[in-house]
């Protein structure tokens, strides 16, 4: 079964770090493109960032654009958010996402694969 399963979110006092990963398992995702959204509480889910199938290319959120980077590993089957500098605003739990096409997932579409989510909390 396919699946694709968050963790390292957690508690972190503002202006901390949190590297989140994504282990995906059960069919080669390594063709495919891969991303994280985040939906904060009474907040609409908003994409955070991509990257293409082979890691050539990502793309960042503008709200986060500066403090995360994205990659992947795909001989791990592994897709890695590090975030920096975090805000209370960043306070959401996050996604891992895959999807046939980058420029499509960004923008919510096309996504084949949802993870659970892991939690993080950023403390002011």
């Known amino acids: 079964q396919e699946q694709l399963v968050e963790s390292g979110g957690g508690l972190v006092q503002a202006g901390g770090s949190l590297r989140l990963s994504c282990a995906a398992s059960g069919r080669t995702f390594s063709t495919l493109a891969m991303g994280w959204f985040r939906q904060a509480p009474g907040k609409e889910r908003e994409f955070v960032a991509s990257i293409t199938w082979g890691g050539v290319s990502t793309y960042i959120a503008d709200s986060v654009k500066g403090r995360v980077t994205i990659s992947r590993d795909n001989a791990k089957n592994m897709v890695y958010l590090q975030m920096n500098s975090l805000k209370p605003e960043d306070t959401a739990v996050y996604y891992c996402?895959?999807?046939?096409?980058?420029?499509?997932?960004?923008?919510?579409?096309?996504?084949?694969?949802w993870g659970k989510g892991t939690l993080v909390t950023v403390s002011s």
């Open positions: 996402t895959a999807g046939p096409r980058e420029s499509q997932l960004r923008r919510g579409e096309g996504i084949l694969y």
